[in-house]
């Protein structure tokens, strides 16, 4: 089972004038790979709630964070900035691989700034706001996610045969 913290960054959905379809979408789709949502929260776009609620996770011992809202241009979107803050690594290549994806269905994919890391034992990806962005874009990395946390968790020890170790 993989334990997932799920993390709305929205001015209207915090202040209750828009309802999360986006976090739902994820907490259906990670259903598929055993996920199991022990932390929910609705936040608005500022990058030190963000930046705490992340870390709290992280601390809490949440193997998977999905972030959505806050990736694009606009002023209120920091949700990657205040990723960047709490990553230790990134993970480009799942952040690219949505907009690769995205680009297929979108040319203003390119504009998302989306980024995807680790802290500590936790796996964080940001996601757009949209739902149907959402259901894109996590579709396109949702099949690594149970390796890259088997990996974080010290469960694979050749990791180009993905061996479990005993």
Sequence with gaps: MIIVGILTASDKGYRGQREDLSGQVIREMVKKIKGEVKYYRVVPDEKDIIK????????????????TGGTG???????PDATLEV???Q?????????????VVTPHAMLSRAVCGVRGKTMII???GSPKAVRENLEVVLKAIPHGIDVLKG????????????
């Design 126 to 128: 940001n996601l757009p």
């Design 91 to 103: 993970i480009p290549g799942m952040a690219e691989a949505m907009r690769a994806k995205g680009i």
């Design 87 to 89: 990553i230790e690594k």
């Design 52 to 67: 705490n609620e992340l870390i709290k996770m992280c601390d809490e011992g949440i193997d998977l964070i999905i972030t």
């Design 155 to 166: 469960q694979v020890e050749d990791c180009a045969r993905g061996r479990l170790k005993n």
């Design 73 to 79: 241009l606009s002023p209120r979107d920091v949700t």
